[in-house]
């Protein structure tokens, strides 16, 4: 058994991360170890991403690597599973012939089995889900030494928002019981658990196809639970965010106070394009809402450059929307053509050129506006989290705030990952806050 090992890699977002480690609870059910050392896996998975273009070409390059492995030790079990394995299904094994499995995004559960087929038959198998996704069975991850750790509250998505490839990998929206998700924060709870990000496609419609259960009443079930410093959640769409929602947020103890609201765009014509279901003005009217009822709130978004159509007055609207709206932080990205998505037919495609000029127009704009918000934090307080010491200096310590500002200080005190503390702010910069630590 000392040779059992697994590696796996992880492409694309945090409900990827999540399922990786559900499947390495699986693996380890039958003995095996987790590695870091590629070379010492016997079985190697690749958990694949396929939003955008660049992901895939990482992971294409990553199954050819791996083809040289599998000649020096023909016993290597390959399976490719996630989004891309949805996707491609049969595909992939006409381009990697080497590749042993291809599990599809809610088969996971099934991980074991198929590897102890692969193990009798050494063939080639699919096991993809259904059409409308499926609910995945019940795969816990392994008990957790982690301060903050990732919890599924829904899989798959009914948006069909016309650039997204996720509703046709993930299936149709499935809403976990509330009572698992329960559960399993209380679990984590007495493991020393501090934090817990929620995630979902699209959190706001959490529960709707389950009886007398919703987002809210989720939300204030969990922060009652005892041990849990903080409950944050992504991603949410702005056209499902209640007002019940926000009530709970503004009356919590531990829900955190940041918003993150994808806008995508600021031209109406662009968002009905996009099927995003809202208007600007109904976004505006949102935001006014939001932070009336939590004022020192931090608000953050996504928005995507070079949508189809999209021309020079429908991108000033967009800058002008940003001004306007002063986002503490925007996650921009160039619109990536995803074949099978409405939007991948669409007529008048941007030119690459233009898309990347926009792009950098629009983080200039939005660099500067984060700068002046978190220069209006120099000389405040705030609470942070210890996460721990910072990647390039163990004597500087790092954490969040609860509406998601990361905090670099020197370590003077005891503190460990996971205490609260407090931290004057004396210098701000565009991503992060400095300051000294308030001792005593």
């Known amino acids: 058994m000392e040779h059992n090992r697994y590696k796996v890699f992880t492409y694309g977002c945090q409900m990827n991360e999540s399922d990786s480690l559900r499947m390495g609870t699986q693996l380890e059910q039958l003995g095996y170890k987790s590695t870091e050392n590629l070379e010492d896996a016997t079985i190697i998975l690749i958990n694949t991403c396929c939003v955008r273009e660049s992901a895939e070409k990482k992971i294409h390059g990553k199954i050819g690597e791996i083809k040289n492995l599998k000649r020096k030790n023909p016993e290597i079990i390959l399976g ?75 899989y798959g998505c009914n948006n069909f928002c016309t650039y ?103 031209s109406d014509r662009i968002l009905k394009a996009m099927n995003r279901g809202y208007t600007i003005e109904n976004y505006r009217n949102l935001i006014k809402k939001v932070r009336t009822a939590v004022p020192d709130c931090s608000l953050t978004t996504d928005i995507i450059v070079g949508f189809p159509g999209e021309t020079d007055e429908d991108f000033k609207d967009m800058l002008e929307f940003i001004k306007e709206m002063r986002y503490d932080a925007a996650y921009t990205f160039l619109y990536s053509k995803r074949s099978g998505t409405p939007a991948a037919t669409m007529e008048n495609q941007v030119e690459e050129k233009v898309k990347k000029e926009r792009l950098n127009k629009l983080m200039a704009v939005q660099n500067e506006i984060s700068l002046e918000i978190n220069k209006k934090l120099e000389g405040s307080v705030v609470e942070v989290m210890v996460e721990g010491p910072s990647r390039t200096d163990e004597a500087v310590y790092t954490g969040r705030t609860s509406n998601n500002k990361i905090v670099l200080w020197e370590k003077r005190g005891q503190e460990q990952a996971g205490d609260l503390v407090q931290v004057k702010i004396n210098h701000a910069q565009t991503w992060v806050l400095k300051g000294d630590a308030i001792y005593g």
């Open 164 to 266: 997204c490839i996720v509703p046709y990998v993930r299936g149709r929206e499935h809403s976990r019981p509330m009572s698992a998700i329960i559960d399993e924060v209380q679990n984590y709870s007495k493991t020393g658990v501090k934090e817990v990000t929620l995630l979902g496609q699209n959190v706001n419609s959490y529960g709707k196809e389950l009886t007398d259960t919703s987002f809210a009443k989720l939300l204030y079930e969990l922060d009652k639970i005892d041990g849990i410093e903080r409950v944050r959640y992504m991603t949410s769409h702005p056209r499902d965010l209640s007002d019940e929602v926000i009530d709970v947020i503004r009356n919590s103890r531990h829900i955190c106070s940041h918003f993150h609201l994808p806008v995508q765009h600021g």
């Open 80 to 154: 490719v599973v996630g989004c891309m394995a949805q996707k491609e299904g049969e595909k992939l094994f006409r381009k990697a012939p080497h590749i042993d499995f291809v599990l599809g995004t809610n088969k996971i559960h099934e991980l074991n089995n198929v590897i102890n087929d692969i193990k009798m038959s050494r063939h080639h198998m699919t096991n993809l889900a259904p059409d409308d996704g499926g609910m995945p069975q019940e795969v816990l991850p392994p008990t957790s030494d982690a301060l903050s750790v990732w919890v599924p509250i829904t």
